[in-house]
Every structure is written in C-alpha cells, then in structure tokens.
C-alpha cells in the first residue's frame, strides 16, 4: 500500500484526527503510534512524506530519523512541543526537512505538506538534467541527484536537490532569503533557520572548505549568491 502522508505520533488522539483530516482534505494519510509501528509499516508500504514526532514515548524521533533516512529518502517534517533551536538544529542536521512546533494548526501544517508533496512527487516525474556540472573538485550530476568528490558520491536529499537546481539556474546573481522561500520551498511556512541548515549541508558537500565557501557564497543580510 501506498499512502501520501504518514503520521508517527505517540499522542493517539492527535494523530487520529490529523490523519483523518488530511484524508477528507484530499491528501491519504496513514498514522502509528511508536518506533517499532513505524518500522514495521515501512517494510511493508511506502509513503512520499513522514510526519514524525520527536518524542515516542521510551523512544527517541531523532533516532527513527536516522533510520529511515539510511534506505530512504522521503520528505520528514519534525512534529515536536519542543521548541529550542538546538532541537531543531538537530532535527534538520539528521536528515528532516522541517520542523513543525505543536501546537500546530491543521490548515498551515496541510497547506505545509500539499506545497511538498507537489514538490517531491512531481520531482520524481521530471526529465533527466543535463551533464555533470564542475564546481571546482566537486562534480554536481543533476541526473542521479548526487555530488562527486574524491571518488566517493554525495547524496543529495530532495530538498537539497532542488536549491541546487535553482542556485544553478540563477548563478552569478544574489537569491534573498524570501525569494528561496517563494521559488524553491514555494511556501512562505519556512524558517530562515531551515534554510541555512540546508545551505550549510549543500556547503559541505560541494566546497573544499565549507567554513570559507569559494561558491555559495553569503550576501550578509539578503541571502545567498552561486558564484561561478
């Protein structure tokens, strides 16, 4: 089976009625309730995004995340009461695409979620990209949504992928912080947090030094330029 949206929530009630309300609103979501659930319903089905909770119960969500994030690479939004930076500095360093802080509205969190399923699920339908592209040692191929470096390949994750594809798009030129938002996470639901952590991963992937970046370069109070 396939489901848009799974929920993985220790809070019964919450995630019930988030699961149902998604569903009547048009997006399928399925939920469970603990770490191991969560394993067992992956085995067996696939999803295109995960909400998961940062604390189940004995279990840790930081934990699942490291897991799922070794076979997979789906969206996984961060549902947490929990609302220091350095949760969600953590959250994203590991692999979470965002991090949603209860309690949260329903309407912004599915509106949050339909912006990325759009994103991730029509990505999967796109058209190959072209060669590699050179980036002083690193090798950025659009087409296996990678970075080459030192013989060993990158991985990118689908958000990565796709600040990349419009850095490259708009190199030479400085991108502010709410243009990012509007272009590339095509939501204004995104913290400027999320967007740094991101750039800080693509960083290292594609720069000799990440902390004196020869191309993604910081433009102090606006954003960020590709410079090339």
Not at 113 to 119: H, I, N, S, T
Not at 207 to 216: G, K, L, T
């Amino acid at each position: 089976m396939h489901t848009s949206v799974l929920i993985i929530d220790d809070e019964p009630e919450l995630a019930e009625y988030t699961a149902k309300y998604f569903t009547v609103s048009g997006i399928p979501a399925e939920y469970v309730l603990d770490y191991k659930s969560a394993l067992d319903f992956l085995r067996e089905n696939s999803c295109s995004l995960i909400l998961l909770d940062i604390n189940l119960g004995s279990d840790s969500g930081f934990d699942l995340c490291r897991e799922i994030r070794s076979t997979m690479n789906v969206p996984i939004f961060f549902i947490s009461a929990r609302s220091s930076e350095d949760d969600m500095l953590l959250a994203l360093g590991i692999g979470g695409d965002d991090y949603i802080c209860k309690p949260y509205s329903l309407g912004v969190l599915l509106a949050k979620v339909k912006a990325a399923l759009k994103r991730y699920e029509g990505s999967s339908k796109a058209e190959a990209e072209p060669e590699p592209i050179s980036l002083g040692s690193a090798q950025v191929d659009l087409k296996k949504a990678c970075v080459l470096r030192e013989g060993k390949s990158l991985p990118l994750k689908a958000m990565e992928y796709k600040l990349l594809v419009y850095l490259l798009g708009n190199k030479n030129r400085v991108i502010t912080k709410n243009e990012f938002f509007e272009k590339v996470w095509e939501t204004d639901f995104v913290s400027e947090v999320t967007l740094n952590v991101h750039i800080r991963h693509l960083r290292e992937k594609i720069e000799a030094d990440p902390s004196r970046p020869e191309f993604i370069k910081t433009v102090w109070g606006v954003g960020f330029m590709l410079e090339v």
